[in-house]
């Protein structure tokens, strides 16, 4: 069944399904130099479909976020381990974006980490991103720290993180 989250304008917003693998994959082919296995996207979708969004114009796959969750040290200094929720991948083709759909796919998958009790959402993005890093910004998340040649190419990652509120 569908799970139809928001609607901006003539596209929706809703978790992903199994057929949409092959599409997220090809809009990650287009805009992003870090590139997964199909398992890896099954993998994903299987583990917390709650927090796998597309943006979908038409019968066309605009854009995605996926996400998976981890146990780690807080990236907000409190003690132990919490519960994480990271964006491994969001991306919207180029013809679709400044329309706000990258900042629904965020929203929509906070309040899927949400829903796993995460208490903490963090990503890595490219320190020259410029685009990415102040949409980041605006939904609160912050940087708390300098990856060094994070990515294949040498370039340094921000590490941004959120706190998750359950109240
Ligand atoms: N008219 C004009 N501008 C608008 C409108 C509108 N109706 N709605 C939103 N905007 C503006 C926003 O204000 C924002 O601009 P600003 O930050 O300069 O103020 C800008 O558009 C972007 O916001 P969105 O539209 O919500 O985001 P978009 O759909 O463009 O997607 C994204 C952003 C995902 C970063 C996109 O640029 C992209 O796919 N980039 C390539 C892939 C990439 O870099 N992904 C992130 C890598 S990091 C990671 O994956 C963890
Ligand atoms: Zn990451």
New binding site residues.
Partial sequence: MQVILRQLGDCSIRRAEPSDLIPVMEVNLK??P?HYSDYFYESLLAEIPEAFIV?EVGNKIA?Y?MCKTEYGFSNFKKLGFVKKGH????????E???????????EESVNGIRIRKCDEFY????CS????V???E?LGFVIRQQLHSYYRDGEDAYLMAIEIDHT
Avoid: P
């Fill in positions: 805009t992003l870090e943006a854009g976020i964006v491994v991948s969001v991306a919207v083709l180029d679709y974006r400044r329309k706000g759909i990258g900042k629904a796919l965020v990503l890595e993005v490219r991103n410029n685009d990415a102040r949409l980041y605006k």
